[in-house]
């Protein structure tokens, strides 16, 4: 058996490489929040107009799927940010790459905004769609995707579950970073943007049914995102020295305080609480819960984003 | 089981998109070729590196007239075509910022560093009426010079024909001097540099305090890891666990300062035993009978107690070495200037090396061959006898020594101390403030002098005491003399100009003949630049010129250089013997076989201070270099890792150190590690700038030279021993 | 015969000082940028005072046969070469990174002018016939290119006759990268 490493050395001093892993900062953890925030938004909206009502559907449901878009244009914006080489972005085009899920995201992204801006006109109410036909020639766009509404949302919701994996899967395919070597990070970063997306929603005024089923669906994900944690961190535990590394950094290393305390503690903890008071005792909680949510879901990409770099294979003997 | 989850995760991803892979698009496809970075040069120029004193062969590669990279000369059969980091760093050299860039002249007081710029005529006017006046005044012999490098030839000419052959290097008593003595008095010929030892063929090799690979001098560590590659086994004593130690099968943390009596356990096993060479010792040797005498008591055992080595390890090490002699070699080292008995222990080295029968033989040391070039063709003799070297304390014979010591000359500048005052220094490339011991005492000699002349390329510390300092081009700007080495193959190398000199910066030979110009002495320069004078010697020795300056070395005929390829087994004795018992010792009064004096210990809290080398620098001459500090920018302290732990300190920490005379390091940072003993702390010499122009060095890290406040003097030839100083550790 | 070249390192641990020429050379001849490497000296030590066993290792690029940089790049500026060289086309690199995280070995860094760099196996100079510059400059011998499916080459010999690893072969990777011990 080999002795104990004591002592290990190196001359790389590369910038943003030694002596942790640095590459990504702010801006993509805020790109990955929003885009598993754009996700739940598109899932849950296609899914609270699946069925057409006959009311009009509060204000904030009928610009979900539009609002959508503009966050998604502010997380490219910040994937745009941390790009070094920006003037190539249009590099992203010119190619597609069926291994890289940068590759997968970078089209996604693009073929949501058709399917979801038609989503988008679905939802609007009557006094908006007529507001909109004023300013714009759009009255045959409406009218086919009327037609076609079932197909456009299933479409909206598929690109929203799309996304929401693939911003978990974007870290989980990078398998030399340790932390993210699991499968769990697909499913958790989907379940966490769905959460995030019924937070959000939750902000605004909603009529009491979909406030319910909101509020419902967000403890749903909020449940399963805690077991997608503990999934995550046995996984750690049964994976030898590589995931002893990987759950050290969460279970006692850098990034415990963090990820226990905004993560696990005021980002689902803290909010499932208050919202099973809530729907207990029907106490109107307004901004408090989603907000918390958010941030928890920020936390988390933030968190995984920075641990998970930290934990390369240099780490291992 | 990563693989799987990796190609797992990849299937998951794919399945879950809700796509089957598809295949993969790219417009415009990706270049199939690499981007060439473009640095071959439109041109080379082959010639020899000044990074270090090896001298290897190089090809400066120039584009645009400028020095793009400097490659490995493939003819040179020191370099081989390969060369160790700093060769590759002359760039950094040449294009160091910090470099001298205009003739200057003191206007503040000694080392307070204030100069004004001049022209060239004017610094040179006024060392020329200095050297005059001081010669009318004083004798010319009152002038020394201070030297380390090859350019440091035409000065020294220069200050010959001045009429003073006081010249001194720092490389002599602080560094190699004791080895050359310890073999010249028993073989009859000292080892030079490159050290004439035939790594390569050795079969068993042993080193003594010398760290190889991290001490890159090139040939020689391409033919350490030859001889390793070949199966050569390695003993390496060190009470650090150096990078040769790493290869080593047997590594010996000895106890700093008894390697003398690990040697005598050696001599005594081996005598013992019978693990030497009869025939050889028979043939060559006298004195074996009071050698066996001397080390009859010198037992592994008594050796343990001294050096903390386990018996075991003594006699089984020394077994080893001795098990493949001849082709054994114990490597002679190069700085060994640690304990005042320095040559005693390279006697007692050179001794073991006779009894391996390993000198003049293959895989040990062997007899060197060189061409002959005719010096300086035409020019007229000096005409005068030199006077004595002035270079230690009245009344006081080192008779062994046979260069000038450099602390000496130092020393000879505080008036009165010496056979006559030196008024004046010369000091060519080497920064005396790091490279003597007491420095202190440098500075004080310094107050004493009418003139210092600095001539270098970078403002060290001392050039900050000059009162002149005149800016010499780097060696990639200038042309140099023919080199002659002695050496294993016979060869001549030249250094030409790779690129034309920066700033004001001019050649070491412009500068010298500018100055016999204006001293009279025009008849000992009488070409026009280097190149000219080179080029005649070149031809007056029968070279092709040409192709001599296009491949930048000549080869010669190979000549036997060990004694079983018919080399005659010369030793220039005054017994034409391997002197086992030195007569010559006992007639001056001094031990004819080395005897081991215990050394001082460490007090409490107290660690020796040691010093070596890093691979990618050449001691303070190059912690400027940017380019070579992209590896190494600071040293550090190694510290005992569990020390370190009892004194509450953490790897990394930053620390300094303080002598036992009180004096502090600058900060640096502590390595705590289990590579070296318990009793002794190392740096790598050569940092700890003080001097305001060297812009990047400037306080990074510590400077070992100003904590060795103290020396035990080599009463054989005066050598400084300099690992006799303690230091306490503390957080800053 | 025509068969599909392989080229690889081989780094012989017995030999190495770690005196850092192969990584002075290559910033020489690559004119990497200040402050950035292309390939790097590790020193691992093993064990206490005064047991201790050392190794040396001049590391760099793998140049894996199974990249993971190559399929996490979104443009195909990661990509494979002749002999299985990878390398980044800057023109179309738009600096996201992903194949910096993808790298197991750290490998990869952001060049200051935008595009990710990272050792060629000095693929300009073995286009011309010569060996890498890391290679050429070796005192020590350490170092061997060639192509490892050539079995007259060096490298071949060296690995079929010598004991041999590669660094993190879990990573499935299958990197190009060995070292004697």
Known sequence: MLPTLLEHTTTRINAEIDPALHIWGWEIAVYLFLGGLVAGLLILSSLLLWKPREQTPSRILQFAPLLALVLLSLGMGALFLDLAYKLHVFRFYTAFRPTSPMSWGAWILVLIYPVAALSGLLALGPDARAWLLKKLPLAKVLAWAERKRQALLGATLAGGVGLGIYTGLLLGTLTARIQWNTAVLGPLFLTSGLSSGAAFLLLFKLDEVDRHRLVRWDMLALVVEAVLIAAMLLGFANAGAAGQLAADALLGGAWTASFWSLVVVMGIAVPLLLEGIEIKKHLPLVAVTPTLVLLGGLALRAVLLAAGQDSGFRMLP | ?732 | ?181
């Open chain 2, 1 to 732: 089981m990563a693989m799987q989850r990796r190609e797992f995760i990849k299937i998951t991803g794919m399945t879950a998109l809700g796509v089957a892979a598809a295949s993969s698009v790219v417009l415009p496809k990706a270049s199939q070729a690499a981007v060439d970075p473009g640095t071959d040069g439109d041109h080379t120029v082959a010639t020899f590196c000044e990074l270090c004193f090896w001298k290897c062969g190089v090809l400066a590669h120039v584009k645009d007239g400028k020095v793009t990279k400097i490659v490995g000369n493939p003819d040179h059969p020191l370099s081989r075509g390969a060369l160790c980091p700093r060769g590759t760093g002359g760039t950094g050299l040449l294009y160091d910022p910090d470099r001298l860039k205009k003739p200057m002249i003191r206007v503040g007081e000694r080392g307070q560093q204030k100069f004004k710029e001049v022209e060239w005529g004017e610094a040179l006017d006024f060392v020329a009426a200095k050297l005059k006046d001081i010669a009318a005044k004083h004798g010319p012999e009152s002038v020394a010079m201070f030297a380390h490098g090859f350019g440091g030839s035409f000065f020294k000419h220069l200050l010959n024909a001045y009429g003073s052959d006081n010249v001194g290097a720092p490389s002599y008593a602080q560094c190699r001097g004791a080895r050359e003595v310890g073999f010249q008095l028993t073989f009859g010929s000292a080892l030079g540099s490159p050290e004439v030892i035939d790594l390569e063929n050795s079969r068993a090799i042993a080193l003594i305090g010398s760290h190889l690979g991290e001490n890159m001098h090139n040939t020689q560590v391409q033919e350490f890891a030859k001889a390793i590659e070949r199966g050569a086994q390695l003993i390496v004593v060190d009470p650090r666990f150096s990078t040769a130690a790493g290869k080593a099968r047997h590594w010996l943390p000895i106890r700093p300062g008894t390697d003398l009596a690990l040697l005598l356990a050696w001599i005594h096993v081996m005598l013992n035993e019978g693990l030497y060479d009869r025939d050889y010792v028979e043939k060559y040797a006298v004195g074996l009978e009071q050698l066996k005498a001397h080390v009859a008591d010198k037992t592994p055992e008594w050796a343990s107690l001294e050096t903390g080595l386990e018996a075991a390890q003594i006699v089984d090490s020394i077994r080893v070495l001795a098990g493949a002699r001849p082709a054994a070699l114990l490597h002679p080292g190069r700085h060994t200037a640690w304990y005042g008995d320095d040559a005693q222990r390279a006697r007692a080295m050179a001794i073991v090396n006779a009894l391996l029968g390993s000198y003049g033989r293959r895989g040990g040391i062997y007899y060197p061959t060189k061409l002959g070039v005719p010096k300086y063709p035409g020019i007229p003799d000096y005409g005068h006898k030199f006077k004595p070297a002035p270079d230690r304390p009245k009344g006081k014979a080192f008779p062994f020594a046979d260069e000038s010591l450099a602390h000496g000359l130092r020393d000879a500048s505080i008036p009165g101390t010496a056979e006559y005052d030196i008024k004046a220094w010369l000091v060519y490339g080497t920064n005396l403030m790091q490279a003597l011991p007491e420095p202190k005492k440098t500075i004080e000699a310094i107050q004493h002098l009418d003139l210092l002349v600095a001539i270098d390329v970078l403002p060290a510390e001392i050039v900050g005491y000059a009162d002149v300092v005149l800016p010499e081009a780097t060696y990639l700007e200038r042309w140099d003399d023919v080199v002659v080495t002695p050496y294993k193959e016979q060869y001549i190398a030249v250094r030409q100009a790779a690129v034309k000199p920066l700033y004001d910066s001019k050649p070491g030979w412009w500068i010298a003949k500018e100055l016999a110009n204006r001293m009279g002495l025009a008849a000992f320069f009488p070409w026009n630049d280097a190149a000219e004078m080179v080029k005649a010697r070149l031809t007056a020795g029968k070279f092709d010129v040409e192709s001599v300056l296009k491949k930048g070395v000549a080869l010669g005929a190979r000549k036997p250089v060990f004694i079983e390829d018919g080399a005659p087994a010369v030793f220039a004795t005054p017994s034409k013997k391997i002197e086992l018992f030195s007569q010559q010792l006992a007639d001056a009064g001094l031990d004819p076989l080395p005897k081991y004096t215990p050394p001082e210990e460490p007090g409490p809290g107290q660690f020796r201070l040691l010093m070596g080398r890093t691979p990618t620098h050449t001691f303070g001459r190059t912690t400027n270099n940017r380019f070579l500090s992209e590896i190494y920018s600071e040293n550090e302290l190694w510290l005992n890792a569990q020390v370190a732990r009892e004194l509450g300190l953490e790897n990394g920490a930053q620390v300094r150190v303080v002598n036992q005379d009180g004096v502090k390091s600058t900060a640096l940072r502590l390595k705590a590690t289990q590579r070296i003993r318990h009793d002794c702390v190392f740096m790598v010499h050569g940092y700890g700038h003080s001097a305001a122009g060297l812009n990047f060095a400037k306080g990074r890290g510590a400077d070992d030279a100003a904590l060795v406040t103290r020396t035990k003097v080599d009463p054989l030839f005066g050598g400084t021993g300099m690992s006799v100083n303690f230091v306490a550790v503390e957080r800053v």
């Open chain 3, 1 to 181: 015969m025509n068969r599909e070249k392989r080229y690889v390192m081989v780094v012989d641990t017995r030999l190495c000082v770690g005196c850092k020429a192969c990584v002075l050379a290559c910033k020489a001849e690559n004119n990497t940028p200040d402050g950035y490497c292309r390939d790097w000296i590790v020193e691992d030590i093993w064990g206490l005072f005064p047991n201790l066993r050392a190794e040396i290792r001049s590391e760099r690029c793998n140049h894996c046969s199974n990249a993971p940089c190559v399929d996490a790049c979104p443009t195909g500026a990661s990509h494979k070469v002749d002999g299985g060289i990878v390398l980044v086309d800057h023109d179309l690199c738009t600096g996201c990174k992903a194949c910096i995280a993808s790298c197991p070995y750290d490998a990869r860094y952001v060049h200051p002018d935008g595009y990710v760099d990272k050792c060629t196996f000095c693929a300009h100079r073995v286009a011309d016939g010569k060996t890498t510059a890391c290679v050429a400059i070796c005192p020590t011998k350490t170092l061997h290119f060639g192509d490892a499916n050539d079995p007259q080459s060096e490298v071949a010999q060296l690995l079929a006759s010598r004991r041999h690893k590669v660094l993190h072969p879990e990573t499935g990777c299958e990197p190009n990268l060995y070292f004697l011990t």
